[in-house]
Every structure is written in structure tokens, then in C-alpha cells.
């Protein structure tokens, strides 16, 4: 049959193989890009991490020499083991290690430790390196959520994937149909119906074989140039990115080539199914091309309401119209569902990003205004050594400037000092042990200790009334209303009775130390530190520089690094004195920011190592990342656009073919070409413009959800919505549906009107 038939039916039949030749290249195509991009995201976030965190997978802290070494590196699941370039951390060398079998990577460190004789929790894994093998710490299972950005990409792949499998079904539907007759015929000669599957997808297969193979290839060229546009994107949203280059692992092409294969045949199998089960005598007669637009086309089915909105809006051409796409629903159904899940995800990803974008303005941008001008960081140093102090507090243009580190500790607490108000909520009801632990008599909690130089100390005891003494501590007496989800305002409650005078600081360790209160206080300083965030009965604890001086050794848990806080302004106010109308003391100029930080950077880079920034280049760095984002995201979303509209031309190619003798009919009754091409605009307008209306409902009640969720009021989202890119994403999907018609109807109004009416069955 391939010799007497096929082989010379697909010579005969190129016009109609076309469209699946069309399709099939342009699905390869796309499956390909996206495998690639995939792929190309995920090994970008390796090679970053690798670059800037190191190429290791776990890292063992100890007494380790050389033979220690070799037993490490002689464990069989070892891929390279050497000594990192942290030599040592309190007297321990450091080993890491890069595994061959990254899976096992928390069942196999642990043998190690043991086999190199050390204690048990000598070990520190590269996490976020696992993590992007699918590797997650067993103790923390939501390590994974970080990476929510390549979920998304993932599930904008399935459904691509999904939408193309039915693009193709649709075109190899139309071009089976087309061969209804001429099965009839074969099967009225004594084909059984297993021969004419075998036909239909010997045939398929012939016409998909080179499309498939071109349209990866191409794919691969086209991931190359869209990685390279969001290698661009990414550079101007983000500073520092690191370069790498594109990445094309042969298991990608062989990905894209199975996902084709599989769409294909998928495809090709469910219409030629089908078509096998045709009597002779249905597919003889071709009941298949009676135009279910026509009167009389329902008979023998149920009869359906005719569309009497479009009959009132555009006349009886909006009704035919309206009869004609119901008569197409099933092959028009993957056109209707990319518009839709397009439309959606981009809206989504727009309005995620638009109110992501306000949570941040308002709960960090707003609040920093009041909080920092320029923030400098200086690295690998401790507070009591730092020396610069004075001469920042000194510089021309600095209102004020608090240099400050934090330290972890922990403190013991009785009932009997604990306010009334807090305990008529409940106390500690409820706390998780990971931060709240019940010990005989009381509960310990956490006590992050806040060091400032002595001179804002005393600044801070000034504005809160507390006693202007270095020796003692201030404590901040508020705790967070657990029962209160609102992270946005946070409701507080006093903590401590305020009666206690000597106070125990305890160390992660075994250390502790007795310091005087000078004071409680409600307001913390005026610093960018986090507390309460996770942990809400941690217990902030103020200190000067010059008592951690005394007693840092005993609490320990101070962090690496001293950071300065500096306000922009000529007059000495200080944080906590407002500054005059006139907007000199609050500068929202970038290039007097910089001038004050590129003068604070001359003031110490001879000694330190430093990092700066300002508050407006970051809110512009914020601005920009958002931006980037939200290109790069928008990008997977025309993908599916162009999926939907792929399938509105694939319609195209045998649109003369499908409708001539329904159009002929039309004209042969004394419809006007001008009445024809109205029609076809009616359904164009209504192809594009049923998913804009089906998803804008549900793009509005889900963003009011999330502007609940993030405690935001949904006004906010009137005013900063992000209409126009939306608008322009439709206006594509109309331009695009439009011309595709256009070119359709162009080639259905050039048949000759006998030729189209003549049944050509045989």
C-alpha cells in the first residue's frame, strides 16, 4: 500500500502535507528552544554558584593533615577532596570535597566524617549548589522554594509542551480528513482498518522525519540567541552578573528529538484512529465535509441555540460566524486555549510582579528612607577594632553616622518577669522549640545583642529616656503579637515587667556574663537590622562599644562584619532629631549620595575592605532586576502566544481547502464577497477576543487575592496597574488572528464557484 498509494498520494497531495510539514518544524523548533533556555537557566545558576561560592559540594572542618586527606580522597564516592582556601576557622583546617554521585550527598558525608575521625557535625554542605541538583537537605525539606523561578519556567515548558502536542494533532487531523473519501475507496477494496492506521502514519512519519530533525537544530540556534538577549537583559538589571557562555549538552538535543517524536506520534495516532473506524460508506460520501454552518448540517443531531448576541451585534454574518467557529470548536480549541493561557500568565506574571514590586516599595524603600542614606560594610572586622569612627562621624555632609555589629546570644527568662500583657496572649503558648526553649522555671530565648559606638549609644539612651551610662545595656522591651498575621504593621506588646536591673547574657556556648540595665526602651535604634522576622520572642539587647569590649569574649556570636549607617545632611542633627523642611537633610539626589559614599570609601579603603551602597541606586538595582524579570518571564509567555497563533495559521494553510464549498454556497445563495470577508473578520474578533474576556475576570479577583495576601490595600493596584503592556499583548493577538484570516479569506474568494459546488470525491 506504501508503494501504490502513499508514496504517490503525498506527490499528489503537497499543498495539505504542507501545513503538517509547517507544524511539525515550528513544534520541533519551539520544543527545542525550550529545552534548551531550561537547560541554559539551570546551568547559569551552577556556574554562578560554582564562580562565587565555590566548586564543592561539601566542606569538613577539623584537625586534618595530609593522611587525613588521602582517606578522604580514597572513599569510593569521592570525586576530589583538597584543603580549601579558608585554612582555618578557630584552629580547624578545612577539607572540601566534590562528590561523583551528588544524590547521596547526606548519606555519604556523614561516613566520611567518621572515617576521617572526626565529631559528628564537622561537616558544612554547599547547599544551594545541591539544591540545584535536585539534592535537598532531609532536615530541610523547603530548601527547594528558593529556586520557585525555575518551577516556573518548568511548568511554562509542560505547558507549551501540552499546547504544541495539540497543535499537531489538529494539523495531521485536517490533513487525514482530507484523505476520507479516498480511505473510503481503500476500504471498500478490502483494507482492514489496522492497514489504514498503517498507512496514515507511514505517512506521517514521512512528512515528519526532516522537519523534525531541521527544527531542533534551529532550535538550538534560536535558545543560543535568546539566551544571549537575557545574558542582555540580565546585565543591565543586575550589576556584577557573572558571564557564561551558552551550553549545548548533546542529551538536550536528544530531549527535544524524543519530546517531537513522542508529540508526533501521539498526534498523528489519535486522528488516523479515528479515521480507521470510518464505515466505507460514511467515508465514501465525506459527511465529515458538510459545513455545520449551513441549514441543515444539524440533522439527524441535537439542535443547539444559534448565537443570537452576534446576529444582534453584527447581522447574520456575526450568526454564521458564530455557527461556523462552533462547527470548528475542536480544531479551534488549542488556538482558544494558548490565547487563554497566554493572556493568563502574562497577566499573572505582571500583576505577581507588579504587586511583588509594591510590597517592596512600601515595606522596605519607604521604611529605609527613615532608616539609612548610605550604608558601608566593612568586611572581616570586629567593632572594638575598628578605628574609623570618628573620622566618618567627622565628614562634611554627614548628619549622622552610627557604626554597629550584632551578636547572637541567648537569655533565661522567668514568668515572674514577664508583663501581664504578654501573658494575657497567651506567653509563650504555642512557640516553636527551633527558637523558644522550656527549661525548670522559665524559658529560654534568644537575645541578638545590637553593639553601637559609644556616642550613638548614648544618643539612642537620650531619645528613649533611658540612663546616658556606658556600662550597662538597654533593653527593648516589645514582642510581637504572634496572633496577629500582619507582617506589614506590626503589632507589639511589652515584654518584661521593667523592674530586673542585672541581667544574664548567655553564649551559643557555655559562656555567660552579668551586665546592669540602664534602661527599656520601645523604639529600636535607627538601624537596617532585622529582628523579629522569623523569631517573634527574640529579645534585642543594645550594648556600647566600649562594655562588649569588656565582655565580647565571654558572649562571642558577633558576626564578621562592622557595618556604618550614615544620614546625608550639612547640619550635625543626629538620627533621632528630624531634619528642617527644605529637603537638605533628606537629599533624594543620587549624585549627593554617591559623593558621600565615594568620600566615606577615600576615608577608610586604606585600611579596610569595604562594601557600599546607597539607598536610591539600590531602589534603582530593585527597579531594574523587576524589569529584567519580568522581560525574561514575559518572553516564556509570548512563547505560548505564538503557540496559539502558529495554530491560527496552520488553519491557514488549508483554509481554501476546508471551506471552499461552504463560501461557494454562501455565494451561490447571494452573499457578497464584502459579506464573506465581514464574516471572517466576525470570527477573527472573536477567536482573539473570547480569551481576553474569559481571563481578565480572574486576572482581577486573583490579584485582589494576592494584594490580601501581601496585607496591601487593593487600591493601590488601580492606580499602578499594569494596563498597557496588557493592552499591547492583546492588540498582538488581535493583529496576528487578523492577518491570519486575511491571508485565509484571500485564498477562499479566489475559487471558481462551479468547480467548489462540484462534489470532487472522486
Not at 364 to 383: H, L, R, S
Amino acid at each position: 500500500m506504501w508503494k501504490e498509494y502513499s508514496r504517490d498520494d503525498l506527490m499528489r497531495s503537497r499543498g495539505s502535507g504542507r501545513s503538517v510539514i509547517t507544524a511539525v518544524f515550528i513544534s520541533a523548533l519551539l520544543l527545542s528552544l525550550l529545552c534548551s533556555v531550561l537547560y541554559n537557566a539551570w546551568n547559569y545558576d551552577v556556574v554562578r554558584v560554582r564562580t562565587e561560592d565555590g566548586d564543592y559540594h561539601a566542606r569538613l572542618w577539623g584537625d586534618l593533615d595530609e593522611e587525613d586527606l588521602e582517606i578522604i580522597q580514597g572513599y569510593a564516592n569521592v570525586e576530589a577532596a583538597w584543603f580549601g582556601e579558608e585554612a582555618s576557622r578557630d584552629g580547624r583546617t578545612a577539607v572540601e570535597i566534590r562528590l561523583k554521585d551528588v544524590s547521596s550527598a547526606y548519606e555519604d558525608i556523614p561516613r566520611i566524617v567518621s572515617l576521617a575521625g572526626l565529631e559528628a557535625g564537622s561537616a558544612e554542605y554547599h547547599e544551594e549548589l545541591l539544591n540545584l541538583y535536585l539534592t535537598v537537605n532531609p532536615d530541610r525539606p523547603d530548601a527547594m522554594d528558593v529556586y520557585a523561578f525555575l518551577g516556573i519556567f518548568a511548568a511554562a515548558a509542560l505547558c507549551a509542551c501540552i499546547s504544541l502536542i495539540l497543535v499537531i494533532h489538529h494539523s495531521f487531523g485536517v490533513f487525514m480528513d482530507e484523505k476520507i473519501p479516498q480511505l473510503g475507496v481503500l476500504a471498500s477494496v478490502g483494507a482492514a482498518p489496522g492497514q489504514i492506521r498503517a498507512v496514515l502514519m507511514q505517512e506521517a512519519a514521512a512528512l515528519s522525519v526532516l522537519p523534525s530533525v531541521l527544527g531542533s537544530l534551529l532550535g538550538l540556534g534560536a535558545g543560543a540567541g535568546m539566551m544571549a538577549w537575557i545574558d542582555l537583559v540580565r546585565d543591565r538589571a543586575v550589576e556584577d552578573a557573572v558571564d557564561v557562555a551558552f551550553a549545548c549538552h548533546p542529551l538536550v538535543f536528544a530531549a527535544a528529538l524524543l519530546c517531537t517524536a513522542v508529540t508526533v506520534g501521539i498526534s498523528a495516532w489519535i486522528p488516523a484512529r479515528k479515521l480507521g473506524r470510518i464505515s466505507p460508506m460514511e467515508a465514501v460520501r465525506g459527511v465529515q465535509d458538510v459545513p455545520a454552518s449551513l441549514p441543515g448540517a444539524a440533522a439527524g443531531r441535537k439542535k443547539r441555540r444559534n448565537p443570537r448576541l452576534l446576529r444582534l451585534l453584527f447581522g447574520v454574518e456575526g450568526e454564521l460566524a458564530g455557527n461556523a467557529l462552533r462547527a470548528r470548536k475542536k480544531r479551534l480549541r488549542m488556538a482558544s486555549f494558548s490565547f487563554v493561557l497566554s493572556f493568563l500568565g502574562f497577566g499573572f506574571m505582571l500583576c505577581f510582579f507588579r504587586i511583588s514590586s509594591l510590597s517592596v516599595q512600601i515595606s522596605y524603600f519607604d521604611g529605609i528612607a527613615d532608616q539609612w542614606d548610605v550604608m558601608v560594610t566593612v568586611k572581616d572586622t570586629d567593632i572594638g577594632d575598628f578605628g574609623g569612627t570618628d573620622r566618618i562621624q567627622g565628614l562634611s555632609g554627614v548628619r549622622d553616622a552610627a557604626v554597629y555589629q550584632t551578636a547572637r546570644a541567648k537569655r533565661f527568662v522567668t514568668e515572674e518577669e514577664l508583663s501581664a500583657e504578654f501573658l494575657a496572649a497567651g506567653g509563650f503558648e504555642g512557640a516553636s522549640e527551633a527558637y523558644v526553649t522550656a527549661g525548670d522555671g522559665g524559658w529560654m530565648v534568644n537575645a541578638p545583642v545590637w553593639i553601637l559606638d559609644d556616642a550613638s549609644f548614648l544618643q539612642y539612651c537620650w531619645q528613649t529616656g533611658a540612663a546616658q551610662d556606658l556600662s550597662g545595656a538597654v533593653v527593648l522591651n516589645q514582642v510581637r503579637d504572634s496572633a496577629d498575621p500582619n507582617f506589614r504593621i506590626r503589632n507589639s506588646l511589652p515584654y518584661l515587667k521593667e523592674e530586673r536591673e542585672m541581667i544574664c547574657l548567655q553564649s551559643a556556648g557555655s559562656g555567660e556574663v552579668t551586665i546592669p540595665v540602664t534602661g527599656y526602651a520601645q523604639e529600636p535604634p535607627v538601624l537596617p537590622a532585622d529582628y523579629q522576622d522569623l523569631d517573634y520572642y527574640e529579645m534585642v539587647h543594645i550594648l556600647p562599644v566600649s562594655l562588649w569590649e569588656q565582655i565580647g569574649d565571654q558572649v562571642g556570636g558577633a558576626e564578621e562584619d562592622v557595618h556604618i549607617r550614615i544620614f546625608a545632611g550639612e547640619e550635625k542633627t543626629g538620627a533621632y532629631a528630624p531634619a528642617e523642611s527644605g529637603g537638605e537633610m533628606s537629599p533624594e539626589n543620587l549624585e549627593t549620595l554617591e559623593a558621600l559614599e565615594e568620600a566615606a570609601v577615600q576615608e577608610l579603603a586604606g585600611s579596610y575592605e569595604l562594601e557600599t551602597n546607597n539607598r536610591i541606586r539600590e531602589e534603582e538595582a530593585s527597579d531594574r532586576a523587576y524589569g529584567g524579570l519580568t522581560t525574561i518571564v514575559g518572553g516564556f509567555c509570548v512563547l505560548l502566544a505564538v503557540i496559539g497563533i502558529g495554530d491560527v495559521f496552520s488553519n491557514t494553510l488549508g483554509f481554501a481547502r476546508q471551506r471552499r464549498r461552504e463560501v461557494a454556497r454562501y455565494l451561490s445563495v447571494g452573499m457578497t464577497p464584502r459579506g464573506v470577508w465581514k464574516m471572517f473578520w466576525v470570527e477573527a474578533l472573536v477567536l482573539a477576543g473570547r480569551p481576553v474576556i474569559i481571563s481578565l475576570p480572574v486576572l482581577v479577583f486573583s490579584s485582589w487575592l494576592f494584594m490580601r495576601a501581601a496585607y496591601l490595600d487593593p487600591v493601590l493596584l488601580l492606580r499602578n496597574a499594569p494596563v498597557l503592556p496588557l493592552l499591547a499583548f492583546a492588540l498582538a493577538d488581535f493583529l496576528f488572528v487578523g492577518l491570519a484570516y486575511y491571508i485565509g479569506g484571500k485564498k477562499v474568494l479566489r475559487i471558481n464557484l462551479s468547480d467548489a459546488l462540484r462534489d470532487g470525491t472522486f
